[in-house]
Nanobody, 131 residues
Framework: QVQLVESGGGLVQAGGSLRLSCAAS????????MGWFRQAPGKEREFVAG????????YYADSVKGRFTISRDNAKNTVHLQMNSLKPEDTAVYYCAVDKSNFPRSYYSGSYYNAGLYDYWGQGTQVTVSS
């Protein structure tokens, strides 16, 4: 059974940093696209960052570009999100997501922004940024 478990969330002051991690189990995802989404209270879930199977291509929402960095460790079946210069508007539940592909494939860049690309989702971790 596939399971994605996020960690690293918490309460931080504006300008601070957090590093989120997502550990996948149940199968190997070294050939899968991975991503992070977030959902703030009263808002729809939105794309934050995505990464290709090799880690060679990364994608970011305009709102986090230059502040957040997505990375992955295929040997450990994990994906990370380093969040710097956090703002109160970054407050949300953050979810990691993985597509089910079990062979390397290149997706159209716009695909990474679409939640429909991803087949497995974690339960989420709360990030709260105080002003």
């Amino acid at each position: 059974q596939v399971q994605l478990v996020e960690s690293g969330g918490g309460l931080v002051q504006a300008g601070g940093s957090l590093r989120l991690s997502c550990a996948a189990s149940g199968r190997t995802f070294s050939s899968s696209a991975m991503g992070w989404f977030r959902q703030a209270p009263g808002k729809e879930r939105e794309f934050v960052a995505g990464i290709s199977w090799s880690g060679g291509k990364t994608y970011y929402a305009d709102s986090v570009k230059g502040r957040f960095t997505i990375s992955r460790d295929n040997a450990k079946n994990t994906v990370h999100l380093q969040m710097n210069s956090l703002k109160p508007e970054d407050t949300a539940v953050y979810y990691c997501a993985v597509d089910k592909s079990n062979f390397p494939r290149s997706y159209y860049s716009g695909s990474y922004y679409n939640a429909g690309l991803y087949d497995y989702w974690g339960q989420g971790t709360q990030v709260t940024v105080s002003s």
